[in-house]
């Protein structure tokens, strides 16, 4: 059973630029979970995601971020007119459906590590 | 809000000895995960612990939860190269399903 896969792993954007970073969930995993690792910083909860649907993005900065996962297909996170400050570790995880109302445990990706020059 | 705190943030120590990793959290914790991270890479899954006065061993690695579920330490046993990297402690979020805090991460060094 392969583990949960992030491509690319480098990224690097000028300015401006449209960044996007893939996700595929292990298999039988339906929820996925975006995170955030800047430099000198913890990790940071971003989006929770189920097929089609956004659970909770409060993690998410109100402008230029936008996360899906759709029918079919990897989970996607969208970073538009990346800046600076953008340049991160970006972590996915994925879990399988909760069982009882409690919550599974997340397994995370690789990570894609985004340079903004 | 709820913050995790890892103690030391730094630890060296010489191969074959044993090491305590701890986490306080500043409310009780639903969920307590551990992950270990090596350098530029994802982080592994280590454990979970969910019940007050919970403990779960792996190999050489041992987790508990304390009665109050406010605090979790790892302790490992006669410490390997291999298990040097940063060890990061998990929380669930009361009333936040899937959101996950971390605490600042424990950087571990084994000296051969």
């Known amino acids: 059973n392969a583990g949960v896969m992030q491509n690319p792993r480098h990224l690097v954007r000028r300015r401006g630029q449209e960044a996007r970073l893939r996700c595929s969930p292990m298999k039988g995993h339906s929820h996925v979970y975006w995170y955030r690792q800047l430099p000198e910083e913890g990790l940071k909860f971003m989006v929770y995601l189920q097929k089609e649907n956004i659970i909770d993005e409060s993690g998410m900065p109100k402008e230029r971020f936008s996360a899906e996962f759709p029918k079919e297909g990897p989970s996607i996170l969208r970073i538009q007119q990346v800046v600076r400050g953008d340049s991160a570790a970006y972590f996915c995880?994925?879990?399988?459906?909760?069982?009882?109302?409690?919550?599974?445990?997340?397994?995370f990706g690789p990570g894609t590590r985004l340079l903004v020059l | 809000s709820q913050e995790l705190e890892q103690s030391p943030q730094s630890l060296i120590v010489q191969e074959g000895k044993n090491l305590t990793i701890n986490c306080t959290s500043s409310?009780?914790?639903?969920?307590l995960y551990w992950y270990k991270q090596k350098y530029g890479e994802g982080l592994i899954f280590l454990m979970m612990?969910?019940?007050?006065?919970e403990e779960k061993s792996h190999e050489k690695i041992t987790a508990k939860l304390d009665e109050k579920k406010q605090q979790s330490s790892l302790h490992i046993t006669a410490s390997q190269p291999s298990h040097a990297g940063i060890y990061l402690c998990g929380a669930g979020v009361y009333n936040q399903g899937g959101k996950l805090i971390f605490g600042q991460g424990t950087e571990l060094s084994v000296k051969p």
């Open positions: 409310k009780t914790l639903y969920g």
């Open positions: 995880a994925s879990s399988p459906p909760w069982a009882g109302g409690s919550q599974e445990t997340q397994y």
């Open positions: 612990l969910q019940k007050g006065g």
